[in-house]
């Protein structure tokens, strides 16, 4: 069992910035691949970025490729989400999880937190 926290969400304004938090619980964190996704109202979850266990590998949607960054330390059994450069578009509830198989779709991944609004104002 992994339990998992996010924080850092809130509103900006288009071209700002934000860095999501995601604090976990549970000896086995750093075993796991980390990603993030969101969700809009209306829309489906949609994945926005990984981070392998090791850290070696990271994947991005290419809708915030060259924008975000995802990053790790599993010493400290937290992943982040850094948002730069904000667009209207990117309102959504975003979501942590973690997998233990390498990948993009929701289904794919074991745990899940509770969610952070992210409000980016025109």
């Known amino acids: 069992q992994v339990q998992l926290v996010e924080s850092g969400g809130g509103l900006v304004q288009t071209g700002g910035s934000l860095r999501l938090s995601c604090a976990a619980s549970?000896?086995?964190?750093?075993?796991?691949?980390k990603g993030w996704f969101r969700q809009a109202p209306g829309k489906e979850r949609e994945f926005v970025a990984a981070?392998?266990?090791?850290?070696?590998?990271?994947s991005y949607a290419d809708s915030v490729r060259g924008r975000f960054t995802i990053s790790r330390d599993n010493a400290a059994n937290t992943v982040y989400l850094q948002m730069n450069s904000l667009k209207p578009e990117d309102t959504a509830v975003y979501f942590c999880?973690?997998?233990?198989?390498?990948?993009?779709?929701?289904?794919?991944?074991?745990?899940w937190g509770q969610g952070t609004q992210v409000t980016v104002s025109s």
């Open positions: 549970g000896r086995t964190f750093s075993t796991y691949h």
């Open positions: 981070i392998s266990s090791s850290g070696g590998t990271t």
């Open positions: 999880a973690v997998t233990r198989s390498w990948g993009r779709r929701p289904g794919t991944y074991d745990y």
